[in-house]
């Protein structure tokens, strides 16, 4: 393949501005942080996804971002889920990790986090979250 059609295909489908969100993120989002929890994305993305959350106006709802490129580490390696902890000065018994992904995502537990794991996003008309804000005890509204 050419190198600059290979190079302009990975800039497309690495803008992490054009990622859609799943319609219940913002509001479960929301409902945390009312709630006083704090919220990190843990991501074995290849590029800087607060763009995204910025551009959806999520980014006010997230404390902090473990990316595995800025971390050098990657799920299912339990390190990447201490340095979140750490990040956000929370002990694995305080933590729930929710994710889409068993075997990437459910390492969590080997870091002593409990751990939800939701079926793969299909559509982002669907709403799955509601599971998150019942584990940590929030109100769904």
């Known amino acids: 393949m050419d190198s600059v059609l290979a190079d302009a295909m990975y800039e497309t489908l690495s803008d992490a501005a ?56 990657c799920k299912p390696d339990p390190a990447i889920f201490r340095t979140a902890l750490d990040r956000l000065g929370v002990q694995p018994s305080e933590a729930l990790m929710v994710g889409d992904r068993s075997g990437h995502d459910g390492a969590a537990v080997e870091a002593g986090v409990t751990t939800l794991l939701v079926p793969p996003l299909t559509d982002v008309a669907e709403k799955r979250l509601h599971l998150v ?9």
Request: proline share 5%.
């Open 133 to 141: 804000l019942a584990a940590c005890g929030v109100p769904v509204r």
């Open 18 to 73: 054009d990622n859609l969100f799943a319609a219940d993120v913002a509001p479960t989002l929301m409902a945390l942080k009312a709630a006083g929890l704090k919220v990190a994305v843990v991501s074995d993305i290849h590029v800087d996804i607060r763009p995204a959350f910025l551009k959806a106006g999520l980014d006010t709802y997230v404390d902090d971002y473990v990316l595995s490129f800025e971390h050098g580490t």
